[in-house]
């Protein structure tokens, strides 16, 4: 009863009251919920617009890659199918419409990477051919001292190798029995001549005549001078030695013969190698040779001289490929004033061939 009457009191006490409690929540609740819409009505919008936008930018769809290997580009997140990593979602604005074949690096990376560019220009496209060579003498600048009559070296002047001598340098003195005999014949011829001064047969003076003719003809071909041969006439001193000049100047690049030795006719004394014009040899491959042209200009550079470029004209081709070593030679002319280069020397050079529209060398 009393349980009851609490009860009852309870309810009695709660129920008028709470019904309009509860009411008045609801009411409240649903005041405070549309005035919380119309107070943030503004901001919430936004928020949906900016996610809408977001749903737009999203929709062009992120691509996922993998950090190793660039070409993977899924729709969708997940694995590498090649590495198993985690794909990560593509930058935007690096790659975006791009082919497969540009890339597009940040102002950072660019410094990083110390890339350069160059506004495009209209212009001969160009291929560079990469050759290495070695300098030789040239073989048009070489001379040979020879004995052109038959004796002794009594000296030889220039006495050893890479000497530097200048045109009509001594070179040899030598003696020659031949040379002296030779010498008498043409003082007898001329001897003779002035015998028959007097007499009327011009058959006799004509046969005189020639021998002179004859004997200074034979002193000349034993290498003496114009000069020499008169200096015997007027004279008519003979000598039994013979001095030999330096018919170029150059470096003596081979000495053949001994101070004391006796030689023949054609024995080689010396070789004397004007170095002012040098070749140079290139190793060309056979692939490289469509773009290899006689004229063109080599630029090469030597490791004796760091930093200096020289210039070269490629003046044959060789017809023959080297069986060896696959290559084929290519020789080119330098001048060589400042006697800079020295045969044997090792050089790396470059052939820009410019090329015309149909990817054909200009020639
Ligand atoms: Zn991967």
Redesign the pocket.
Known sequence: MNDNVTLGNKFKGITPKGVSGWIGLIIVIILAFSFGIMTSGGSDSSEVNSQKDSVEESSTPTIWT????PQ?KLPKPG???????D?IPLETGTSEGLDPSQIRISQSAKELAQIQSTPVTRGFAEVEIRLVGKIAIDERKLNYITAWVPGRLDRLYADYTGVNVNKGDHMVYMYSPELLAAQEELLQAIKAVDALGNTKSSILKGTAAQTVIASKEKLRLFGLTNEQIKDIETTGKTSDHLTINAPIGGIVVHKNAKEGMYVKTGTQIYTIADLTELWIYFEAYESDLPWLRYGQTVEFSSPSFPGETFEAVISFIDPVVDSKKRTIKIRANVENKKSLLKPDMFVSGIVKSKLNNNGKVID
Do not use: R, T, W
Request: with cysteine.
């Open positions: 993998c950090s190793m290997h993977i694995k590498c199918p090649i590495c198993l990593m794909l």
